[in-house]
């Protein structure tokens, strides 16, 4: 998920969402894998570009209903906040010894 959130360009930033889709999809309260390409891709794009993501247009586009959507964006959105939290933690682990990250430890 950190791929997906903190990477700088569009490529590979779809690497981390071609890699979260498979991994969230058995325990996605949806079961339209399109859907939930488009839920991941909405979670990560920033709001400037988001044309085309709106819940309409992906139920539109993926044949899932609003609220069906909205109900598994809220899933996502608690599920992606606990993993980026441990991948940050782990990253700060790995980075800290090295100094990468003295500012962050200073913050805890």
Not at 79 to 106: K, Q
């Amino acid at each position: 998920m950190t791929l997906a959130r903190f990477a700088v360009s569009e490529e590979a930033k779809s690497v981390g969402v071609g890699a979260l889709v498979p991994w969230l999809g058995p325990n996605a309260p949806i079961g339209n894998r399109a859907a939930l390409t488009a839920l991941v891709w909405r979670r990560y794009v920033p709001k400037e570009y988001r044309d085309g993501y709106s819940f309409r247009s992906i139920a539109k586009r993926c044949g899932s209903s609003r609220s069906t959507l909205q109900r598994a964006a809220q899933w996502l959105d608690a599920e992606a906040e606990g993993v980026e939290l441990r991948g940050l933690r782990r990253l700060e682990e790995t980075a800290m010894p090295h100094g990468v990250c003295g500012a962050m430890a200073m913050q805890t």
